[in-house]
């Protein structure tokens, strides 16, 4: 029995000696191995406003040097504009070298800057190993969300999945700090206009409630910002998330020729603004002098509202199917509404005829106490909003001007 005893008792010492082994060689392996995370400069095209985060994975040893990306798509994919109005947008994870991707931003001129993970060896394979098993195909690809699923959050949850402890984040300083989702799209379209009109006629009042400091990491350089002054808060105390940082991937402004072409010089001109007040211009103009006349121009109303009414669809339909959280209760729906295009024959009708049209009243007043309360609505209205919705007031008076003088 004392024989069985001993043989087993060597059995077990023979089977744990390899396992203390090879934790001993896991850590000594991962000494040369650097995790960090990638912060890129905006670009031109509207998805690359908000700049990206990726996951670089260095291990000199099996001579790996690779970047986790989880911003890829695909605009080929079927229904890929409908899909993405509905929220219902597929991103994925790929991997590619990082030759390759400091290659790309460097030829399209966007800065680089790397952030090094202060992780213990054990804390090392965990992202390793999450990284991997998150790239097979079977679970590469995710539901997107622009606010809270995207390719700032994604890794960033990936890191603090793989800490044995908590990330303990700072508050961002007055300086830094933004209120709401849509401060940082300001921030982000300050010098596109065209990008913010867009995102402002489409993004509602959600959009202007206050956010978390977390929420606001959505945007890849709040989360770099965040990463910054992270701590790490585990058995054996506090340590930075962050050990080193540096840019690994930078750009000669002088010599990037985008910003002097032709089509910037045009958008800085043709902003929504001036193109609104130069439309509400011509409208007035023309009104006064139809009002003058007599005429009715069914012209004019025929374009202004029919691209008011097709607005509105937009809208309504991003408002009542769209996944999307913020694109719900969007107060522009008093100006560009269904209405606008349903009404329409009877809109022509009326002011061909010289007749008064009681829906066109109706819209006199709405439009009349949205311009009043502009300043009271709770969400932000882009400027160029205003002179639009003139436009359609001032088309709405003049045929109960025209059909009152007729009376």
Known sequence: MSKIKTLLLLLLIYIGTPTANANETDSISTDNIRLSLLTCAPGNPIYTLFGHTAIRYENPDKGIDAVFNYGLFRFD????????????TDYELGIESFERFKWEYTYFGREVWQQELNLSPKEKRNLIALLEENARPENRVYRYNFFYDNCATRPRDKIEESIDGKVIFEPFDEQTNAKTFRDIIYQHTRN???????????????????ITDRQMMFAPFYLQVAFATAQIEDVNGMRNLVSDSSQVVEVDKDIDGDETGWGEAIGDILTPIRCAL???IVVTFATIYGIKHKKGLWGIDLVLFAAAGISGCVIAFLALFSSHPAVSSNYLLFVF??????????????????????????NLVVLTLFIVLFPLI??????????????????????IILTYKKK
């Open 77 to 88: 994919a079927p229904n890929f504009i409908m899909r993405f109005s509905l929220g219902e």
């Open 192 to 210: 596109n206009p065209w990008s913010r009109f867009g995102m402002d006629f489409c993004v509602g009042s959600e959009a202007d409630r206050p």
């Open 278 to 280: 130069l439309l509400f």
């Open 337 to 362: 509404h269904p209405g606008q295009l349903l009404f329409l024959p009877f809109i022509i009708y009326a002011v061909r005829k010289r007749r008064r049209s009681w829906y066109l009243l109706f």
């Open 378 to 399: 709770p969400q932000r209205i882009n400027l160029a909003i205003v002179p639009l919705a003139l436009c359609l007031l001032i088309r709405s008076l003049s045929n």
